[in-house]
């Protein structure tokens, strides 16, 4: 497979992930969002495994366990401390320092444990999509700066980059949905207990079976299987960065589909991501990380 088609294998992964917002507006709004998190990743990781076992598509001999915990224990808690952050800082300075940190602390942990250099390509796409994020997010009402949301964000941003890194680790030793079956499954049984701690009343109803039956199959199994599949010949840093494609998606959604309006500014924030994303893609072949 090509490094051009891992690329657009990860960004394809990013814009089902974009989706997510635009369909959660379809269920309740007494359905906590971390409850939502819950049944997505239920859905999605207890589908894909109890096909494979059907199938006998899976064999745990050998199987990369100790990365595999890593993976699913950094994606549990990625879905608590993001959904966390939201709720003490907003939707806006949530997603933006969740999402804007994630390819920075991606970046550093390649270039630290990795003894992987930054190309001028990835800071370059990297430096764009972050000021086209934050100027996409930043003029939102409702902005409140909480140091504990902070924090959360941060968190939540540095898990995801811890996840893209092992999950590469689990990948070199595994098949692709085998994978994601295993490591979404051990993360749903992590976050089923929120299931009893937050609101869910309306998660049974018909309209929200629905959508999460969506966002199970289309946001978790196929977009990670997709992600994944393209993290196997890309650095995990770029696939990181391209996943910004993620919030750029859910502007444009919800001006198509919500019928909310973007300000200039907004508009400025979304070519910036284009650009940001145009220049690792079609910059990415032409560049070599170096070992330093």
Known sequence: MSRQISYSLVLLGAVLWGTTGTAQTFMPQTIHPLAVGASRLAVGGFSLLLLLLIMRKIEFKNWPWKATIYAALSMAIF?????????????????????????????????????????????????????????????????????????????????????????????????????????????????????????????????????????????????????????????????????????LTAAVLSVLVVGEQLDGTSWAGIAMLLVGILVLTLGGKKTKRVLE
């Open 79 to 247: 879905q608590y401390l993001f959904f966390s952050s939201v709720r003490l800082t907003g939707v806006a300075i949530g997603t933006v320092v969740t999402i804007g940190s994630a390819p920075i602390f991606s970046g550093l942990i390649e270039w630290v444990i990795l003894k992987r250099r930054p190309t001028s390509v990835w800071l370059t796409a990297t430096a764009l999509a972050i000021v086209g994020c934050a100027l996409l997010f930043l003029n939102k009402d409702g902005i409140v700066v909480n140091p504990l949301g902070i924090a959360m964000s941060l968190g939540a941003g540095f898990l995801f980059a811890v996840y893209a890194l092992v999950n590469k680790d689990v990948l070199e030793k595994v098949d692709t949905v085998p994978a994601v079956a295993v490591i979404f499954s051990m993360s749903a049984l992590m976050l089923l207990p929120f299931l009893f701690l937050f609101e869910t009343e309306g998660l049974l109803s018909g309209k929200s079976i629905t959508v999460v039956l969506y966002l199970g199959i289309a946001t978790t199994s196929v977009a990670y299987i997709l992600f994944s599949t393209g993290l196997k010949q890309i650095p995990s840093s770029s696939a990181v960065t391209l996943s910004l494609a993620e919030p």
